[in-house]
């Protein structure tokens, strides 16, 4: 095995145990607001998800189908692995198109506005995650 190799299969290795961890401290001391998550989510000048990602909330049309749906998020990821898809999704899966929400160090294509700024604040941060989490699966009839 090349020594490039053994690095990409290290490289490839600690990703998908930081995937599987995430980030279990919260990024602030107030716990999330599903509530206001909600209204983040659905908030086309704000996160711009529906952009990306269907989710449960209908009153929104013309919703994305580039991402995984957010319908049962809460039951696929932990509120750690949520967080850190929110934070730095580049963490994970370092091709992808998903913003970087909470990082300001790294990043490629900024808008003169948000150079050196978060896209969210920590707490917005927080609150997605909250109603991430409230995202359950239907159990079958």
């Known amino acids: 095995m090349t ?6 299969l290290l490289s490839c290795a600690c990703t998908l145990a930081q995937a599987q961890e995430g980030l279990s401290t919260p990024l602030t001391a107030t716990p999330g607001d ?3 998550g ?3 989510v659905a908030n086309r000048q704000l996160g711009l998800c529906l952009l990306c990602h269907t989710g449960p909330i ?3 049309r ?3 189908n580039l991402a995984p749906d957010l319908s049962g998020a809460g039951d696929r990821w932990t509120e750690a692995q949520l967080r850190l898809r929110m ?3 580049r963490r994970i899966n370092p091709g992808t198109i998903m913003p970087a929400y909470y990082a300001s160090e790294g990043l490629q294509r900024v808008p003169t506005q948000l150079k050196d700024k978060t896209i969210l ?4 941060v927080e609150d997605v995650v909250a109603y991430l989490q409230t995202l359950r699966q239907q159990p079958s009839q």
């Open 34 to 36: 599903a509530v206001r």
């Open 38 to 40: 909600r209204a983040i």
């Open 62 to 64: 013309f919703q994305g």
């Open 58 to 60: 209908p009153e929104e």
């Open 121 to 124: 604040s920590a707490q917005q």
């Open 3 to 8: 020594v490039r190799l053994a690095a990409i």
């Open 87 to 89: 934070v730095d999704s």
